[in-house]
């Protein structure tokens, strides 16, 4: 496992490809900064000695290897590793106040684990050798990877093979003796312009005429012919004042200008009936992922609620007590279920456990139609500083520096200056960019709360409820009753 | 374990002491048929041979006999065993279309399991001794027991000690040398009048001022000073179009005038201190219940809308199919989080099995809030119908069938005798006193959403999560960062 | 202006056509009682001295005869009488509880006002005249009238001429000279069996195909031919405590079997472009009447729930006076969105007031998506009494009354007969079938809330919104902009 | 009337007294750009041709000298200028997007003309003269102010004169021979850095020992002493790409450190009574606003939503239409209840008409508890991408442009130019900086829900609808029924 250091240290000597605001810039850009820090913690908190005893939540023994390994670049073997991914992904999310963002790489290695593995059985074909050897250095040098999932789609009731432009759904263009070339932009493209590995799947199920669209592999982020036009939020966070951070995502709209991937990094190729498998099961470990940081980003805006009660010196109010309630039962609802979505989990035929779709869906559909509201209640229990803090400049000018500490005093119980740092970190985190972005994250990241309804509705046993109604109703049924499907013991699967 | 029948039997042959609007009416009275036919059916489901494959579930073997009992006279010993009994709760209410019913006698039992030997623990007692043969019995002749929890409760702010009249909340008023004798009344009392064993618990903490209502005992439902004064609510079953049931509650306002109880029937006597303790504890293992039951009464309400949707043709709408996701993420929830509460479960120093407190009194809350929308849900799609059916009488009549039958046609591939009782099962439960006693129970049943809020502050660390908030304030934080509470992986604990 | 008793007599004298449970029964059979109290007190109010000072609202001035008419008898001719009528239905419900029901018959001749003189604008017909005349005698005689719109509508997904049986939506079937036969049934028909004159009209809009279904005329409860099978609701008001009604609707599955109706009673006949008309009209008046009547519902739960919270001793908890707080928003955001609609009313042809159809429908839609929540609200205050409340019987039985007076004390300064009436009276509305239709009626009565939602899509231009967005982010807009909807000043329009 | 160009020129001369970011900054510095765009837009509105047919509701004629004059300065004389107030601002806003800005002054001087005159009539002083004189000249001179009420109010749980330091409400601490000096400071001030008058008013209801801090009176915003320390929102409005704006507000921590105010601008002082009337009146007048403004912003976010899914190829998706149907449905029931709170107005003793307060709670709460469930439906139907859009700076590169081209294409019938423009746009309104200030002031703008609330069960009879529940349960009632607080038609109040 490397540090954090090494781990900056290999991002500044890469490959120049980063387009940002009309520059080509390098890795270290100060404005790439918060996706950085945020990845940087996944190395920190095993090397971490406050953080020893998690060391069986955060790291992992290899099943290739037999190696201790960072757990973010493990295979689940067993409802263990799922349950412990899950609390690992709160934990490291604490630690940053939101997403931790090394979750696209852990879910895009296992959906290939899975895949790769039936591909070979049902073609015969060489997948998951080459996947797992690619693996074995992923995970022996700790590397950071993402997952480039979504397709830009273009006219959206198209499929991929209708659309003018074929390249809107990204695809292989040719096909040479020792690799493949694709073409195509990924958008919403997560961590990318701070990762080392990027790992391509499709975005959606396939019909046979989109062969050239079945393409799962991975592709060094510096590759040539890759192009990464990013976006990073700003989040006023104050260095001067202490504030840990930033702690912000780095997006990018990847392009894939004709870029060559050899064969021994392309895990899937025009296999169309697998192409919606990876992808489907891409969202469903990634939805697992949601399962812990969604609760944590819950978390975070609990104490931060709860702190602006403490500042407003109104904890102890009816009102906001019942806040707190509700935000607590949106955190563990998620958390509970995706315990369920683990303790159900399913062993594949390569050995790799995917947690239940339903649990999966219903944890993140939860938090999904929640985050808002969350946001909501810590503007009611703030009141409107956050909006309207003066700027810090204001606060270290001596000309207005005691108005500011005369007139911003609370509850006499908290120093000025902590009423300070919690109302300009609150609107760092709720009132920025960095504040919108995670909101739109909150609905979008992962797949809405729609796809999340289709996902329920397409593997729910809907006819059996319904059968259930009318046996009590004295209509006739022809299948037996039955209710095998949920609160499978542990080993019983 | 002892069949249905011979359950009728037992209650035929009891002392008259039910009251029913004005008369003293028998166990066997019609009116009180609904309440026998959901209980009966916990034990035709062990008999049944098409639930073979749940034997697992349905029964148990008996930690002090090693017997085959039915799982509802068990205590819970393991995890599994809480994931069982969770299975079993929402696999009866599907038979009976909503509660079993049967979960007031097992929460009551394993609440005094633990706190009976607590006691012994602390005092020096008996008690334990005294439970567990009484549990014997209990177990060996599959005796059908309710809970009597709730006080009147009389002036709400004060507390017991302080109220006019004592008696409000049930209490000692007698020691003798072969048992005590109480007087109280318990309200909401459920099943009480088709159940042989009654268990008294107290309704809530108790101060040191407050030993004589500290009192855990058994009683016989029959006992001399007992009476049932007993509702029903109606719900207009159709035996004569083939439909089960009718399945309703039966409650009673139990007054204790002056019962004498033997020593060998009470299980707390005094000990304040742990008046509390017991109280909580039954409140806690049946919210466990109600992440089994809700579910099923969601089930139910989602396959009656389904089939409203299927008698409206209306089956593949968008907002039908988003309604529908909606009810199952509403169960989901529910059940998912009750399996995060047996996996998180604690062994007691009595060695029964207490599941997570914040995990059921979420998924309860999250029930509880969501129980009139589901109904409402259930209306939206089933339309007027429901509201104006005609009167049984008027589809039975020749001289209007032939107007009900040509004008009630809807999708053509339901027979019209499916569409007339598909309304007319769903006016009875959603349309009738027994929906009303529903929504009631669906709100208040096992605490209402009020006190699970109460149960969730007081057992929930804010704290933690405010340091977390702080942490990344920069403000000082002097706890060190720990993340001890959930997420335990079964036999961590 | 007649007396409630004359109503009543009028009633006890009609020919013997409702079919009630397998019985052909008398319009004064105690089964009815609910819905003849309700429309009694439509006459009562009138003529008592206690509401003399709401003349105005309850009475207005023909414009046919410049007599003193009930209200409900009247053509709205201003601003003002729309503004009346609302008021007045909010009156007249707070003094039944609920439902007036009386708005059925206002509504339908309003909208036939409108429609028949259009009709003799565009195709010189003589509808107007005729609708004329047999008003002046409606109003003369203040009858008491329905409204009979809803088709039973088989095949939903199916036009009326696409149905397999064409009488699935009422249609003329034969044209006689002195008149037409029609034949059909409507559904949800609501107070028919205790009225004189049901007004039958169109459901939808009609296709050219439809000549046939465009019929509108008035028919005589109990014409030849008319057969209403009928249902009613039992409201558990007990008359030896005291409590004025029942009061509960009646409804009518009313079978039109070859029906005669004269032409003279003929308002609209084959034009199908105005069936849709009158349709869309009926329910706009309809809905303006909700705004008046759905606040008085939710007034009645408000005062239902501050009752409870009186009884229970927690009128000043922060949470009651939150719920309290919202009902009344939902009240008066009802109330006064319909306030809005009839000052932007618009002046018909026929010098009908047409109340503004945006702020009907979000006003209607409003109230629709609450009714569940608002009964939610009252149950969560009440407590679990109302569904377990032993019956009426049990407190006049001096055997039991002496421990229901003893353990129902709660709030020492509400006497405990009061206690004991506010729960019976609150299980009465919120736990009994008529509970259950009124949440049905409040959902699906004057259209449920999606039928709104396409009304307001309908009718309102989203276009000018999208416009407004595009000049602000620069993107060229070819119109210019306007802002003529809403917010017109009395007499502008 | 006075143009812009000389409200600007005003500005830039006025004297240096605004801190930002530690910084003593000129009033056309950049930063307060936004700021002056708005208020600068009630000018512009007024002197622009293709706004002529709007002249009656964006001009007025005052009653103090019969000349025309800007709405913003006029006091309301009739329930015709409380419409048309209410129809200009939601105009206004339409034009910039959001809040306009100038409601604070017209809402200030409202409430000082009704209080002013009520403390003569009651004290014999002469605030009203004062008060017309300096009225004059602002209407004269058409000049811009805001309101400052929000005091910084220190320990909330404590009342102004039990506070350890007394400024932190603003008070009198000097009374001279010719006027008063004041000290304190206000903070959320909205636009007070670009206003030329300062109106200050108290911010509470006040007791007989705090005359001291019962102060009215106007201040010039540049005068000696006063210091703003002001917050501006960033908005990434694109000017290259001809997006007008950019529209922000610009907030203020407004310090009066020891001013002079002569008597000819005081208009209330010391008179405690009145301190709390003119208080409330300011939040009842700025509340009328709100159903102006409120709806505004609804109308730009259903246009950006509607804009959203042309883009995205999806207008005609059934679920699409629903939450555009709820979007109106919110701005149209808080306009609507607006409508019917001016219909409702009272009339003052001074002649001024104030809005009736149930109807301007009822609505703006209603806007409160939904600002940030619009923001959500707008990123439901955006997507991800105004989260994701890479920067302007990319866009104009030729190198990364043919990408964005390629890649953003959408609907194939909405120019590549246009789907760029509508993004950035929706990310300028829903994921940045400035949205974050919207959705505060969405929630606490005017006073937060919870205000409303309060202030809902301050005014509202609850007792009555208790009486109709009482009557209703045969529970005796000493009051007659009476309904005589809504639905009062024009004229009669």
């Known amino acids: ?130 996947f797992e050897n690619w693996l074995r250095d992923f995970q022996e040098n700790d590397r950071m990877g993402c997952c480039a999932q979504t397709d830009v789609k273009g006219n959206r009731p198209r499929r991929p093979h209708e659309q003018v432009d074929p390249d809107l759904y990204l695809r292989v263009v040719e096909t040479k003796s020792d690799g493949v070339v694709i073409r195509g932009a990924k958008v919403h493209n997560s961590v990318a312009p701070v990762v080392e590995e990027i790992v391509v799947i499709p975005t959606r199920r ?85 399962t812990g940081c969604k609760p944590a980003l819950t978390d975070v805006l609990t104490g931060a609620t709860a702190l602006m009660a403490e500042c407003n010196g109104i904890e102890k109010q009816a009102h906001v007590r019942e806040k707190l309630a509700e935000m607590i039962c949106t955190s563990e609802l998620c958390y509970g279920t995706g315990i369920a979505a683990a303790i159900n989990a399913e062993k594949s035929s390569s050995g790799t456990y995917i947690p239940d779709i339903v649990y999966c869906n219903v944890s993140r559909r939860h938090a999904g139609v929640n985050i808002y509201h969350e946001f909501d209640i810590l503007a009611d229990i703030a009141g409107g500083m956050p909006a309207t803090l003066p700027l810090e400049g204001d606060w270290l000018n001596p000309e207005t520096r005691p108005f500011m500490e005369k007139y911003m005093m609370r509850n006499p119980e908290v120093p000025i200056e902590d009423i300070h740092r919690a109302f300009r970190w609150v609107q760092a985190i709720s009132c920025s960019e ?60």
């Open 206 to 290: 396939l019909t046979k005429e989109e062969g050239e669209w079945a393409i799962s592999c991975a592709v060094p982020a510096d590759a040539e012919g890759v192009k990464l036009i990013v976006s990073a939020a700003r989040q006023p966070i104050s260095k001067r004042l202490g504030m840990p951070g930033p702690y912000v995502g780095a997006d990018s709209l990847t392009v894939f200008d004709d870029v060559f991937v050899p064969w021994e990094r392309v895990f899937l190729n025009g296999e169309y009936e697998l192409g919606g498998r990876v992808a489907l099961l891409f969202a469903l470990f990634h939805r697992h992922s949601y």
């Open 1 to 130: 496992m490397i540090t954090s250091s090494e781990y900056r240290r290999r991002l500044s000597k890469m490959r120049r490809n980063v387009y940002m605001n009309g520059e080509l810039i390098d890795r270290d850009d100060p404005r790439l900064e918060g996706g950085v820090n945020r990845l940087a913690k996944t190395y920190d908190l095993v090397a971490a000695p406050e953080f020893k005893e998690y060391e069986d939540i955060l790291t992992a023994t290899s099943h290739l290897t037999g190696e201790k390994i960072n757990r973010f670049c493990h295979i689940h073997r067993s409802v263990a590793d799922l349950l412990a991914k899950q609390k690992m992904t709160r934990l490291a999310c604490h630690q940053v106040g939101g997403c931790i963002d090394r979750c696209m790489g852990i879910d895009a290695i296992n959906a290939n684990s899975v895949v790769s593995y039936e591909a070979d059985q049902a073609y015969g074909t060489e997948y998951h050798k080459r």
């Open 434 to 493: 960095a504040a919108g972005v995670a909101q739109y994250a909150g609905v979008h990241g992962g797949g809405s709360p729609r796809m999340e309804q289709i996902a329920i509705m397409a593997s729910y046993d809907v006819e059996k409820t319904k059968n259930i109604a009318k046996r009590l109703a004295g209509i006739p049924v022809k299948e037996k009753y039955s209710f095998d499907r949920f609160g499978v013991m542990p080993g019983e699967r």
